[in-house]
């Protein structure tokens, strides 16, 4: 019988609606935010982090330039033909050859204690009266630094310039070989190198982010900026907070109006020479720094929008799909309740719950008619079994309509989450099927995720792009977890993705198939390219001011400032010793740059390997008496006619000193390392023996991985930066070659390298 309520249900396609609607809106609305605050943080921390290191940049170039023309000066006015002037030619010829190497210098100079100018380059300004000038004042007293400044009278010299001559000086006074004052050595540095260093750097940047690079003199005065802001001063206001630290980033609102983004550093704060303290501001506008969060975060918002419809529309299509055919054998029962008609119950076909329960429900339906017919004189306990299987079936019935709903809402969040994270999210089965996908997959293929519901993955990816992926998919659904990189085109722009498989496996511990999360890595790709860059860049601007460095120590070294105490020397000797070792280490960086960016070439042709193994070990003698340790070559082993082997004789020159140089570094005084070379089965074998204190095989694994080295303190003093048999690693494997080693705690270990004969 129908039983009446006091107040109307909502029927179950509302309830469903309403629920999964609020769900997936709440659940959308707060991930979309969540992203938009962090992505809008992000982007403002890295627009502060790039200007502050382009104003570190261009703070290092002016303090070096500085630095380098201090340690000119420096050594000019210790070398003979400058402290004791014999031949005015010969000293013009001195000042011209360093003005060559340095265009940047536009003039230097020596004037006599009257002030007259002795000699200088190109013969400019000879016999003038310079006595008035301020680095000749200043530079008879001590070493002087002169800030920017024009120079009316050498600027009527010197060739025309589109932009205005300006100058900063370096002066320092002349003492000649008897100690006897003999005048004041000048340089006139020109701007232009300031300017030009401005340029390169916001080569990459400008056009894009349209930043700029202002210079401030300690009086507020702006000499090198915007034409309209050059030599005229700024506001105390802008320059009071950044003055009071030495670097860092603040936001000021200028004269013109606009907010900007400043990015600042101080230059001279640890040199030990009289410094020009300048003010190196790198500014951008707050509006276009923040262009593409502000545009990111109202895409992001219009996505939850729109996002949110769709998925309550789905949500509404899907509720009443489920409850249709529930709602038929509801109206179905209840008519049949109302009326108290002999009327059949529909078969659905919605689900399988549906269908079994109207299958039931008919079967039960049919019975109780064939019942009623056939036993009319036990009607009584006819009506009282079937109103005892009616409850229970409604019982079944709404367990089983909860057990639906509980499925489909875990389902939907699953879904949903999946569907929501910033990866592609794929189960493939054993037969290469996608079983699941999530909505995100549609940024790589130009198809719904539907649609690549069933699909294998030839089918979807190509045979070309299948063939790649070939070897992976079957490490996956063999067990094997596996990880690996691949470009595409998707939008007409080039992508890069990171796949990774892992293998499914069921109780019994068989593969049914594997997960795959495939992430976009195109960005985190820049990033590395522009970190390369960045290497290379750094590490040519060190090696340049390191070559100049090691050049004078030699020159002093070798007595051409004077005669030098023992003492003077040791220390020549060692500052000599740590540049160069400074300056290998930039090889190496450069080097492991070029390996990491593809640069590095070989040119592989036949070589003898008994000259190349002479010159090695040649090279490394003097290195092998620093630290007492006996360098030997033992007896070729090798049939004479079969050394040669086909390789880059440059390169692997370069692999046995490096191997030569481990080994004596990590033997013991009074030691010896061994070079031998034999050939067995037609494999050329080079190795280096030493008697140090030997490898741990824990370590093994990690010995040719970059940056890597044994952790022990009779390791680490020996120094270095564990990247010199990375390099001779990938080295090796570019020529077709073999390397590794053999080693003993306490006994030593033999590093070698093997490449095929010819």
């Known amino acids: 019988m129908l039983i009446k309520k006091s107040f109307p249900l909502l029927r179950l396609p509302v309830l469903l609606t309403i629920s999964i609607f609020t769900t997936v809106l709440l659940t959308v609305f707060s991930l979309l935010l969540l992203v938009s605050h962090f992505?809008?943080?992000?982007?403002?921390?890295?627009?502060?982090?790039?200007?502050?290191?382009?104003?570190?940049?261009?703070?290092?170039?002016?303090?070096?330039?500085?630095?380098?023309?201090?340690?000119?000066?420096?050594?000019?006015?210790?070398?003979?033909?400058?402290?004791?002037?014999?031949?005015?030619?010969?000293?013009?010829?001195?000042?011209?050859?360093?003005?060559?190497?340095?265009?940047?210098?536009?003039?230097?100079?020596?004037?006599?204690?009257?002030?007259?100018?002795?000699?200088?380059?190109?013969?400019?300004?000879?016999?003038?009266?310079?006595?008035?000038?301020?680095?000749?004042?200043?530079?008879?007293?001590?070493?002087?630094?002169?800030?920017?400044?024009?120079?009316?009278l050498l600027e009527k010299k010197l060739p025309y310039s589109v932009e205005p001559w300006r100058f900063v000086d370096v002066s320092i006074p002349i003492t000649n070989s008897s100690g006897t004052y003999r005048g004041v050595m000048g340089v006139h540095l020109s701007w232009a190198w300031a300017r030009e260093t401005a340029h390169k750097l916001l080569a990459p940047v400008d056009s894009q982010y349209a930043v700029e690079i202002l210079i401030i003199r300690e009086d507020g005065a702006v000499i090198l900026g915007p034409k309209s802001m050059e030599e005229t001063k700024l506001s105390p206001g802008i320059l009071t907070h950044i003055k009071s630290k030495v670097t860092g980033t603040t936001s000021e609102r200028w004269a013109d109006g606009k907010d900007y983004l400043i990015g600042y550093a101080q230059t001279g704060q640890s040199n030990n020479y009289p410094s020009l303290n300048w003010t190196v501001l790198v500014r951008q506008s707050e509006s276009l720094a923040m262009a593409n969060s502000y545009q990111l975060q109202k895409n992001i918002l219009l996505l939850g929008g729109l996002l949110g419809l769709v998925m309550a529309a789905l949500a509404s299509f899907l509720s009443r799909r489920l409850s249709k055919p529930l709602n038929l054998l509801s109206s179905a029962v209840e008519t049949r309740a109302a009326n108290q008609l002999p009327s059949t119950i529909p078969i659905v076909y919605g689900f399988h719950e549906a269908h079994l329960l109207s299958v039931t429900l008919s079967d039960m339906v049919a019975a109780q008619e064939n019942s009623r017919l056939a036993l009319v004189d036990i009607n009584e306990k006819l009506e009282s079994t079937v109103e005892l299987r009616t409850r229970e079936i409604a019982r079944k019935a709404q367990e089983l309509e909860q057990s639906l709903l509980r499925q489909q809402s875990a389902q939907n969040r699953l879904q949903a989450i999946a569907d929501n994270l910033p990866s592609i999210i794929t189960y493939i089965d054993a037969n290469e099927r996608h079983v699941f996908v999530n909505a995100y997959i549609s940024t790589m293929y130009d198809a719904q995720p539907e649609e690549l519901l069933?699909?294998?993955?030839?089918?979807?990816?190509?045979?070309?792009?299948?063939?790649?992926?070939?070897?992976?998919?079957?490490?996956?659904?063999?067990?094997?977890?596996?990880?690996?990189?691949?470009?595409?085109?998707?939008?007409?722009?080039?992508?890069?993705?990171?796949?990774?498989?892992?293998?499914?496996?069921?109780?019994?511990?068989?593969?049914?198939?594997?997960?795959?999360?495939?992430?976009?890595?195109?960005?985190?790709?820049?990033?590395?390219?522009?970190?390369?860059?960045?290497?290379?860049?750094?590490?040519?601007?060190?090696?340049?001011?390191?070559?100049?460095?090691?050049?004078?120590?030699?020159?002093?070294?070798?007595?051409?400032?004077g005669t030098l105490t023992e003492k003077t020397k040791d220390l020549i000797a060692i500052a000599s010793r740590n540049s160069e070792r400074l300056l290998r280490l930039i090889n190496d960086i450069l080097d492991i740059e070029k390996i990491e960016s593809g640069s590095m070439k070989f040119e592989l042709r036949p070589t003898e390997l008994q000259p190349i193994l002479q010159d090695s070990i040649a090279a490394s003698s003097s290195f092998a008496e620093q630290y007492g340790v006996t360098l030997r070559a033992e007896p070729d082993s090798s049939d004479q006619q079969n050394s040669m082997i086909n390789v880059d004789k440059d390169r692997l020159t370069q692999i046995i000193i490096n191997l030569i140089s481990n080994a004596i570094k990590f033997s013991t005084a009074g030691g010896a390392v061994s070079v031998s070379l034999s050939r067995v089965n037609g494999i050329a074998r080079i190795a280096v023996n030493d008697q140090g204190c030997g490898i741990p095989k824990d370590f093994y694994n990690k010995i040719f991985q970059k940056f890597s080295q044994v952790d022990g303190s009779n390791i680490k003093k020996k120094g270095g930066t564990g990247l010199g048999l990375s390099i001779c690693k990938t080295m090796v494997e570019q020529m077709h070659g073999k390397i590794g080693f053999e080693s003993e705690v306490g006994v030593g270990s033999t590093f070698y390298v093997e490449f095929p004969a010819i």
């Open 39 to 152: 992505a809008f943080n992000y982007a403002q921390k890295e627009a502060e982090q790039r200007l502050q290191q382009l104003a570190w940049q261009m703070r290092d170039s002016l303090d070096l330039v500085m630095q380098k023309a201090v340690g000119d000066v420096q050594l000019l006015s210790n070398l003979s033909q400058v402290k004791d002037v014999r031949d005015l030619t010969e000293t013009r010829k001195l000042l011209n050859n360093l003005q060559k190497t340095f265009p940047s210098y536009a003039w230097i100079g020596l004037a006599d204690p009257k002030g007259s100018v002795l000699v200088a380059t190109q013969g400019l300004l000879e016999n003038q009266d310079v006595s008035q000038r301020p680095w000749f004042k200043n530079g008879q007293k001590s070493l002087y630094t002169g800030d920017y400044h024009p120079a009316l």
């Open 454 to 561: 069933g699909k294998t993955l030839r089918e979807i990816n190509g045979e070309e792009r299948y063939t790649e992926f070939s070897p992976y998919i079957k490490a996956a659904l063999g067990g094997e977890a596996v990880s690996f990189e691949s470009n595409r085109i998707v939008g007409g722009i080039p992508h890069s993705y990171q796949f990774n498989y892992i293998p499914a496996k069921n109780q019994a511990g068989d593969v049914e198939g594997f997960y795959a999360m495939t992430f976009d890595i195109t960005e985190r790709k820049k990033i590395e390219l522009m970190k390369s860059e960045f290497v290379a860049t750094v590490s040519h601007e060190l090696r340049t001011p390191l070559t100049s460095i090691n050049g004078a120590l030699r020159l002093i070294g070798a007595g051409l400032a």
